[in-house]
């Protein structure tokens, strides 16, 4: 055989995205979609939703660095 062929035959062709690509384009999509019907710019609901789904070191690791990065920020009264 030539190179040529052997080369044709070790590439195999893409079968496009995979399972865990698809599902999160579905996540973004869906995502998205809910942003546009309530019209919220900044997302903050969406955000602390996924907060409340990650383990709970998770939780407590955002929860410091958190409060750390809100130290210097004004808050509203």
Do not use: Y
């Amino acid at each position: 055989m030539s190179p040529k062929q052997d080369a044709k035959k070790t590439t195999s062709k893409s079968k496009g995205f995979s399972d865990e690509e698809r599902a999160a384009m579905k996540e973004r999509a869906a995502e998205l979609k809910a942003e546009a019907r309530r019209g919220e710019a900044d997302g903050e609901s969406d955000v602390l939703a996924k907060i409340a789904e990650m383990p709970e070191t998770d939780r407590a690791m955002w929860r410091r660095t958190s409060t750390t990065a809100s130290c210097g920020r004004p808050r509203s009264l």
